[in-house]
């Protein structure tokens, strides 16, 4: 994670659409605003920001809400 640096750029690569869930719509996915179709996915423990091609990552890319 990086600090803002007050940038109209840095603000919208840290921005991202709340979108129906890739594996599944009763969950949400986060779509880059900055790269469409890229979306954040968590593996090995760690978050990125990637495009979504298998089963596997967008089962990667579904979270649900509690």
Do not use: C
């Amino acid at each position: 994670m990086e600090k803002g640096d007050g940038t109209a750029t840095f603000d919208s690569d840290a921005s991202f659409y709340q979108r129906a869930g890739l594996a599944d719509p009763s969950g949400v996915s986060l779509e880059s605003y900055n790269y469409p179709g890229r979306y954040i996915r968590h593996y090995n423990n760690l978050l990125y920001v990637r495009t979504i091609g298998t089963t596997l990552d967008q089962q990667d890319a579904t979270y649900y809400l509690e």
